[in-house]
């Protein structure tokens, strides 16, 4: 019996191609990028002994308030902590979980972001700080919302599908989310890729002005984008007005795309955040534009990385719904854990593998219409677990800081960070450790 | 900053001395106090995004050529525009009246949710683009792949209509009284009902065009492309 694997034709490869035969439609699906990529666990941080001081980890302070969007708004966005939540549209979520999201980012003082799909209600009162996409799609969007809103953000793409529109399929479209789009319930919705109203950068200039007009300047104007050519892409979008720059890397997430989109589009989160900074250092704007990056961040040393590398803040969004229970292998109903695994099975997978927010299935209540598995997420328990997983992030965030002698976690700077691969530090463009090489350099 | 005092309860800016974010304002914040019932913009001179996000039920009047995103999401408000505009005139209208009495650049009317737009000239491509509930009628043609994904409203073509017409529509229907250059994915033409034809003559009336309904023809979507299907026909790759 011959049992060679191709490295071509391996089997996963054949079971795509047979798959594909076998459907005769690509694979759609949730979350980000499974393969495997540089990371941020691909630096070090180099924190004090000798030649550096720390800080005293339990007793001195080390500051962590962020303040987003100076450069043009009468109202810049002012955060506790450099932790941001992502977008992620109630229609992909339930409203339990965009009112769980609200509530912890509340408690912790730190924004959230709606989506596709528009602001509901419930998200905007339990959110204190609401930042509001404007996105291809203008799904529910209206004015009366937009002068709600704390913040703007124009969604030019993400980072699971940079040049790809949203999706979102029939399942999930439940009347309350048809009508907020304008939709007829249980179609497969697909969002356009370009605005409606404006192609290029020229163009661009304008639309931020026009909303900057309808919004009195009051408030700081993000523009979003999938991280590929990163370098030209935050030139363009700071030449056209943008106070904040926010860059997803390929591992960020989504609801629902094409499986090709999210494993074969874009560049990872640590190549596109040095590019960014380089490009704002290029245009001597440091300080003056903010730059949140986002796209697998899940660690407090993730969010000290990313500001040692010239991040302002650091938006999460899979880590969000993971830290609600995302694949976890129960959910709590009464203040009992009840096993979801046979809910996991019936989708074909099992937790800690499952990737399928686009059925509207999820056995754990996040990512559904369905009112029944809705409530296999309560709002409180899930604001909850958000808030300690938030807390923890700004501790460990804190104590890395401390360690490397800083008193404000904005004073973490690139010399605290060294390379354990080349490819870590080709793309962060940092040495690798025990040596001075940075290569391509 | 130059206001000439209302009279007659009509409120003059001219351009060529006060800026489009003190106009904006005014009529944002001051226009309720002021008692004003109509504004006559002067010399707008190409200038984009003037009269955005108006919200009050005021006659507004451009005097001359404007730019982009003229009457942006405008709600309740009567904007006129007595000449032509650039790109994306009254995107995403919420209700009231905007018209432009002379041509349309592209994706006029972009995502409108309600209220009337009206080009009584020509529309360039993309007009009526991600429309959801605006109607939008155009006296003179259209230019290429207007309503796209068109979800919800009314587009009204007197003239022609250029390539890849309602391309991706949803629920948004299209009337149009000369040719249609081509359709896209997912449009047909329809048979016109009557109530197609009492409707869409009560919308020329109100858009003040001079046409009659009978003369269109009704395009609507197939709906074909609601859900993924297996085994894709070639039209779906493209």
């Not at chain 1, 190549?271 to 903010?290: N, P, S």
């Not at chain 2, 005014?26 to 190409?46: D, K, Y």
């Not at chain 2, 796209?148 to 250029?162: S, T």
Request: with cysteine; charged share 20%.
């Amino acid at each position: 019996m011959s049992l060679e694997e191709s490295y071509t034709f391996n089997r996963h490869a054949l079971a795509y191609i047979q798959h594909a035969a076998e459907q005769g439609l690509y694979e759609i699906r949730g979350l980000g990028a499974k393969r495997s990529l540089p990371t941020f666990d691909d630096l070090v941080l180099l924190t004090a002994s000798l030649s550096r001081y720390p800080l005293e980890g339990y007793r001195e302070r080390c500051l962590t308030k962020t303040v987003l969007g100076t450069r043009h708004a009468k109202k810049p966005v002012e955060l506790e902590i450099p932790v941001t939540i992502a977008g992620m549209s109630f229609g992909a979520l339930s409203a339990h979980s965009k009112e769980a999201i609200g509530r912890a980012a509340t408690a912790v003082g730190t924004s959230t972001t709606t989506g596709d799909g528009g602001m509901t209600p419930e998200e905007r009162q339990s959110s204190k700080t609401l930042v509001y996409q404007c996105l291809p799609s203008r799904y529910g969007f209206n004015p009366d919302d937009l002068r709600q809103a704390d913040a703007i953000e124009l969604v030019i793409g993400q980072g699971a599908k940079p040049g790809g529109g949203g999706m979102l399929l029939g399942q999930k479209i439940s009347p309350r989310v048809a009508e907020m789009r304008t939709l007829p319930p249980g179609i497969d919705q697909r969002s356009a890729c370009r605005h409606p109203d404006w192609t290029g950068p020229d163009d661009l200039a304008i639309k931020i002005l026009e909303l900057r007009e309808i919004t009195d300047w009051q408030v700081p104007i993000y523009v979003k984008m999938g991280a590929a050519r990163v370098a030209n892409d935050v030139k363009l979008a700071v030449k056209s007005g943008a106070d904040v720059v926010v860059i997803d890397g390929m591992q960020g997430g989504t609801a629902a795309t094409q499986q090709v989109f999210i494993e074969h589009a874009g560049i990872p989160t640590l190549a596109a955040l040095r590019l960014a900074v380089e490009a704002l250092e290029e245009m001597k704007l440091v300080g003056e534009v903010q730059l949140i990056i986002s796209g697998g961040i899940r660690t407090g040393a993730d969010v000290a990385k990313a500001l040692a590398m010239g991040a302002d803040a650091v938006a999460l969004g899979q880590g969000v719904l993971m830290a609600l229970g995302c694949n976890a292998d129960y959910y709590v109903q009464d203040d009992r854990r009840i096993d979801a695994t046979g809910d996991y099975h019936r989708l074909g997978t099992a937790p800690g593998f499952c990737h399928h927010c686009h059925t509207g299935q999820c056995p754990v209540g996040i990512t559904t219409q369905d009112p029944l598995l809705e409530t296999r997420l309560a709002p409180e328990d899930g604001a909850r677990r958000l808030r300690n997983y938030l807390n923890v992030l700004t501790l460990e965030l804190t104590t890395l800081a401390r360690a490397c002698g800083k008193s404000n976690v904005h004073h973490l700077e690139r010399e605290d960070l060294v390379a354990l691969t080349v490819e870590a530090a080709a793309m962060a463009k940092l040495p690798l450790a025990g040596t001075d090489w940075v290569p391509g350099a | 900053m130059e206001r000439i005092t209302p009279a007659g309860g009509v409120l003059t800016f001219d351009l060529a001395r006060t800026s489009v974010r003190e106009l904006n304002q005014f009529l944002h914040h001051e226009l309720r106090q002021s008692g004003a019932r109509r504004v006559e913009i002067l010399n707008p001179r190409g200038q984009h995004n003037l009269a955005v996000g108006l919200d009050a039920p005021v006659q507004v009047d451009i005097r001359g050529h404007a730019g982009y995103f003229i009457a942006g999401m405008n709600k309740q408000a009567q904007v006129t525009v007595h000449g032509s505009v650039g790109w994306s005139v009254a995107e995403n209208i919420m209700s009231g009246v905007v018209r432009v009495r002379g041509n349309a650049s592209e994706c006029a009317a972009a995502s409108g949710h309600g209220g009337l737009v009206v080009i009584e000239g020509n529309a360039s491509s993309r007009c009526g683009i991600s429309l959801k509930g605006a109607d939008v009628v155009v006296g003179g043609s259209v230019g290429h792949v207007s309503a796209f994904m068109a979800q919800a409203g009314r587009l009204v073509v007197c003239g022609d209509a250029g390539a890849g017409l309602g391309d991706s529509l949803y629920e948004a229907v299209i009337y149009v009284r000369g040719k249609i250059h081509s359709l896209g994915a997912d449009a047909r033409e329809e048979a016109m009902t009557e109530a197609d034809v009492s409707q869409l003559d009560e919308l020329l009336v109100a858009a003040q065009i001079d046409c009659s309904a009978g003369e269109f023809k009704r395009v609507a979507s197939a709906r074909t492309l609601y859900h993924w299907h297996s085994d894709l026909s070639p039209m779906h790759y493209s």
